[in-house]
């Protein structure tokens, strides 16, 4: 299973998602190319946190500008992919 989501704020040039005056990809916050965020059941928060911090090294930008939130977000579609696994997987067996 798998879920997407679009955060309202990973850091760039302005507050909120996609600035209409960004020029560049970097402008618009964090980019996360490929990142293992649950490693062998545990929650990889310090990794995510870097990564949700890395546009302030930036000229002009900023890190994500709520923490909090992001991390409660993304801890919330790790515990809908895990339902989805948990009914999935009992969907399997009722019909197997």
Not at 17 to 41: R, T, Y
Not at 68 to 73: E, Y
Not at 75 to 82: E, I, S
């Amino acid at each position: 299973v798998a879920s997407r989501g679009h955060h309202a704020d990973i850091g760039g040039i302005a507050p909120g998602s996609m600035p209409p005056h960004s020029k560049k990809l970097e402008d618009e916050g964090a980019m996360i190319i490929a990142f293992k965020l649950v490693k062998g059941g545990v929650f990889q928060e310090q990794g995510i946190t870097d990564i949700l911090h890395s546009p302030g090294k930036l000229p002009g930008n900023f890190g994500t500008r709520n923490l909090r939130d992001n991390l409660s977000d993304l801890r919330a579609q790790v515990a809908a992919n895990n339902s989805g696994i948990r009914l999935l997987t009992e969907l399997v067996h009722e019909y197997s």
